[in-house]
């Protein structure tokens, strides 16, 4: 069964840190793009950043540009999100997606418009920031 298993979301102060983790089972790894994607109360479900197993390119969004960071494990089959320097607005709850990428995928577009789509969701784990 295919599985992306989003942890390590939590409760912390602004200015404050979390790593969450995504882990992979049951598809190939490598041949996926893995993205963090939020969406809080009331608001539009929104591309976070992405990042592509078999390159390691990257993508950010504005939003998150600077504080955020991702990377991939590929031996663990598990993506990253170290989240720095967080603000209220960073509250949601953060899931985890794969797309297939062997075709060549540009992450912004998959990011910000959900262009090609998405493969796989992972259940969401909560993030809250207080101020």
């Known amino acids: 069964d295919v599985q992306l298993q989003a942890s390590g979301g939590g409760l912390v102060q602004a200015g404050g840190s979390l790593r969450l983790s995504c882990e992979a089972s049951g598809f190939t790894f490598d041949d996926y793009a893995i993205g963090w994607f939020r969406q809080a109360p009331g608001k539009e479900r929104e591309g976070v950043s992405a990042i592509s197993s078999s390159d390691g390119s990257t993508y950010y969004a504005d939003s998150v540009k600077g504080r955020f960071t991702i990377s991939s494990d590929n031996a663990k089959n598990t993506v990253y999100l170290q989240m720095n320097s967080l603000k209220p607005e960073d509250t949601a709850i953060y899931y985890c997606?794969?797309?297939?990428?062997?075709?060549?995928?540009?992450?912004?577009?998959?990011?910000?418009?959900?262009?090609?789509?998405?493969?796989?969701w992972g259940k969401g784990t909560q993030v809250t920031v207080s101020s």
């Open positions: 997606a794969a797309v297939r990428s062997t075709s060549g995928i540009e992450l912004r577009l998959w990011v910000t418009y959900y262009y090609y789509g998405m493969d796989y």
